[in-house]
């Protein structure tokens, strides 16, 4: 299986990277994590991109907060799928990395998942990882339908929770 590469722009992103490993490491999607910025180190940013889909990654997660140009720095060093995570910063709420991941110009795209949403971007690229994969389809397939079943015995519950 090809890997997923994930690269945070700083280790103040790690709480959001680690709601990405949780759902990969569930599904056993194999990645890698580098924290390489757009900004602060944009050669070894460049490099790890531009060379990603010979070192065996079939999709790149990028998060970044503030003003977040590392998911659209990775999307034009690649022709690998690119998924943005904004990430929120001390201001703005993530608005301002949000904007700045989603609103790629044309020709360049990044599918940008919501604000701090690790977890949306592990599936969606382990989705994109299952179209050549049927294992990790059927196991994309069981989550979907365990996650299900959880909603479900809250709904079981609901009642007596407000019954509290
Ligand atoms: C971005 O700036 C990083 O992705 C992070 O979200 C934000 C702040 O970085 P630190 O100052 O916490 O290193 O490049």
Known sequence: MKKVGIVMGSDSDLPVIRKATAILDGLQVPYEAHVYSAHRTPEQAREFFLHARENGFGVI???AGMAAHLAGAAAAATTLPVIGIPCTGPVF?????LLSTVQM??????ASVGVNNGGNAALLAAEILAVEDEVLAVRLAEKRAADARSVLEKDAGIMGRLAD
Do not use: K, R
């Open 61 to 63: 997660i990028a998060a």
């Open 93 to 97: 709420d993530g608005m301002d990395a």
């Open 105 to 110: 110009p044309s020709g360049i795209p990044v």
